[in-house]
C-alpha cells in the first residue's frame, strides 16, 4: 500500500468561504442556508452536509487571545470549560445561561520521547483528549451538541456509536437531563465503553449489525420520533470540536506545528480541525496551515481508498474490519468535510495495519502516556511516512502533534491481551474469547510475571528485572 498525498487544491480553497452574514445552517455544496434552529442533518435540496456559519468576528486576535488565557483563571463554570473559553468563535447560543458544561476540554500536550525515537522524528508531541470527562475527545463536540438539543427544547438525544460517543453523549445528557438513546453493534464494543453509558443511564440498545447498519437505522427512525441525533452528522458538535485545535494553537503559543495527525473513523473529528483552521487563517491567527494528515485503520479505510484508488468524489463503503473497533466504519458520514480538510491544508490520507497499530500502542504506553488502539494509529502512521523514501513522506525535522483520541483504559481486554501475547487479528466478541484469525506479534510485550509468595520467589524476579 502506498500512500497518498492530495494536490493542494487552490480552487477547494478559495471556494471554502467560512463565514456569512448571519448566523445559519449551511450546506457544503449548494451553499444554500437554513436556519440556525432548523433540525436538520443534510441539506434538504441537494442532500450534502450542513456547516455551522457566522457573521465574521469583530474582535482583535491579540485580545481575544488574551481573555481566552485569562479565562482559565475565572471560577465562572464556562470559563474553565476547554470548548466555552472559546466561545467567540462558537457563537450558536443566545444566552450564556444556555451553555452546559461538564468542563471538558484542558487535555495536556505531552512529549514523548520513545515514541518519537520509534517513528524516527524530532519533534513529536502528543495532544492527549482522553483526558477528558468521560475519556475520549467526543467531550469537545457533545457539550456544543447537548447544548443545541436544549437550546431546542429537545427532551430525548440518540446516536449510533463505535462506543465513545455514546459513553459521552449518555454523561452529557444526564447532567443535562435528557433522556438517551444509544444504538451501538453487538459484541463490537469494548466494555469500558458499554458500562459507561449504562452507568449513565442511557436506553443501550445493541444492534445485531455494524456502526453503518446503526447510522443509517437511526437517521430513519429519529424524526418521527422526535429526538435529536447527536452524531458527527450533526454539525453542532463539530463546532465543540474545533476548539481542540484553539487549544493547542494556545499552547503551542500560536506557533503552529507543522502537521497534525489524527486518527479518521467517522470523519468528523478531522473535519472540525480542518474548519477551525479555516476560521483561524481568515481572522490571520494562524502562522500556518498544518497538514492534516488522517490516518484510517488498514481494514477500515474508505477514505484512504478514495484518495489512492483514484475516485476522490466518490466514497465506496467498505466492510470495516479492525481491532480498532473506535474506527470500524465503513462508510464514514463526515467524508466529504475530511477531504476538504485535507485539501485544504495539504494535507494527506494514509492507512496502516494492525501489527503496526498494536506495536505503536505498546510504544506509546512505553513513555507513560497510554492510549486506545485507534489513536496508536497515529504513531504507526507517522513512522511508516517517515520511513517511506518519497517526497510525500514526513520530514524528521517536522513539528508533529499527534491527536491520541481516547484514554488507555478505555479498551483494557486489547492492551491486556497484547501483553499476554494473546493479541489476534480477529475475535468475534469482546465476552467470550474466541481466538481467531493470525496471531499478531507482540513486539513490545511487558507480560505479567507470576510469582509463588515467597520472598526469595520474588526477589529473584525483580533482581532479573534490575538486572
Ligand atoms: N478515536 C476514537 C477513540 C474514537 O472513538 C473515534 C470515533 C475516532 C478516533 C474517530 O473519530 O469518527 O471523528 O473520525 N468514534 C465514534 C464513536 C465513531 O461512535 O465513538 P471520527
Known sequence: ????????????????????????????????????????????????????????PQFDPEAVRKRWWRRRASKKHIDQSGVWRFRELLPFYDDEHQLVTYPEGNTPLLDAARSARYAGVRHLRFKHLGFNPTGSFKDYGMVAGVTQARILGMRAVACASTGNTSASMAAYAARAGLSAIVLVPEGGVSFAKLS?????????????????????????IAPDLGIYILNSINPFRLEGQKSVMLELLEQCDWKAPDRIVVPGGNLGNSSSYGKALRELDDLGMLSKRP????????GAAPLYDAFTQGHPDRLVRVHARTLATAIKIGAPVSWKKARRAVNWSDGWVTSVGEQDIADAKAIIGSDGIGCEPASATTLAAIRRLAREGTDKRVDPDEDIVAILTGNILKDADYTLRYHSRELYEEFTTESTVVNKGKKLESNYANPPVVVDATAEALTAAIRSRLA
Do not use: K
Open 291 to 298: 497538514r492534516i494528515t488522517i490516518v484510517q485503520a488498514g
Open 1 to 56: 500500500m502506498e500512500t497518498m498525498a492530495t494536490q493542494p487544491s487552490q480552487d477547494a480553497a478559495e471556494a471554502w468561504q467560512p463565514w456569512h452574514d448571519e448566523r445559519a445552517l449551511r450546506c457544503i455544496n449548494c451553499q444554500r442556508t437554513f436556519s440556525l434552529r432548523a433540525i436538520l442533518y443534510h441539506c434538504p435540496d441537494c442532500g450534502d452536509l450542513l456547516d455551522v456559519v457566522y457573521p465574521r
Open 196 to 220: 459507561q453509558s449504562l452507568d449513565y443511564g442511557a436506553l443501550t440498545l445493541q444492534i445485531r449489525g455494524d456502526f453503518d447498519a446503526a447510522q443509517t437505522l437511526l437517521q430513519e
